[in-house]
């Protein structure tokens, strides 16, 4: 069974990145879809972006200028950057691993992330 | 953008009664090509990530109770629980990933025990 484990800072101020990590234990990232999700406090769930089968990446539109995501195959690690947070940014983030039938197959545990000042 | 709306926002069952959600995307989600709705459900209990239920709109997920069922093609889809149990509270969403980027969700569907 997939275990997807991630972590990162909780706590940002305004114009901050947030970087967070996820590592797929029992399992690989390569050769998989690895997505990005985020949630704000009470409300739905975004999508931010994701890590083709083929190393190629794809994001929000509304995100696209300030996000990164990239694959370290090394350490099986999958890594979101967002840069220039504002409170609007202040939610749960999880990472996901799936292929093309399910690209959200698997989840992390979620990392709540807040922006203040 | 696909935009995905569910009905209703919530919805209140008595405990072994049908449940039913529907979900309606902006644009077909079926591929031409391989004759698959680009479509899935997911749970999501409070303070837990959400849970993959169903792809490819009817393809139950590996270990998913046989109560669930998904349903309907093109624009149209439904996720039915046939005999609610205590178990099944949470909030369901669908999601599109036929047109990407960006892959969308419903905005959500409360569901409670009556």
């Known amino acids: 069974q997939v275990q997807l484990q991630q972590w990162g800072a909780g706590l940002l101020k305004p114009s901050e990145t947030l970087s967070l990590t996820c590592a797929a234990y029992d399992g690989s990232f390569s050769g998989y879809y690895g997505s990005w999700i985020r949630q704000p406090p009470g409300k739905g769930l975004e999508w931010i972006g994701e890590i083709n089968h083929r190393g190629g990446t794809d994001y929000t539109p509304s995100l696209k200028r300030r996000v990164t995501i990239s694959l370290d195959t090394s350490k099986n690690q999958l890594s979101l950057k967002l840069s220039s947070v504002t409170a609007a940014d202040t939610a749960v983030y999880y990472c996901?691993?799936?292929?093309?039938?399910?690209?959200?197959?698997?989840w992390g545990q979620g990392t709540l992330v807040t922006v203040s000042s | 953008d696909i935009v995905m709306t569910q009905s209703p926002d919530s919805l209140a069952v008595s405990l072994g009664e049908r449940a039913t959600i529907n979900c309606k995307s902006s644009?077909?989600?079926?591929?031409?090509?391989?004759?698959?709705?680009?479509l899935a459900w997911f749970q999501q209990k409070p303070g837990q990530p959400p849970k993959l239920l169903i792809y490819w709109a009817s393809t139950r997920e590996s270990g998913v109770p046989d109560r669930f069922s998904g349903s309907g093609s093109g624009t149209d889809f439904t996720l039915t629980i046939s005999s609610l149990q205590a178990e099944d509270v949470a909030v369901y969403y669908c999601q599109q990933y036929y047109s990407t980027p960006p892959l969308t969700f419903g905005q959500g569907t409360r569901l409670e025990i009556k």
């Open positions: 644009q077909s989600v079926l591929s031409r090509s391989n004759n698959k709705n680009y």
């Open positions: 996901a691993r799936g292929q093309i039938d399910a690209r959200l197959q698997h």
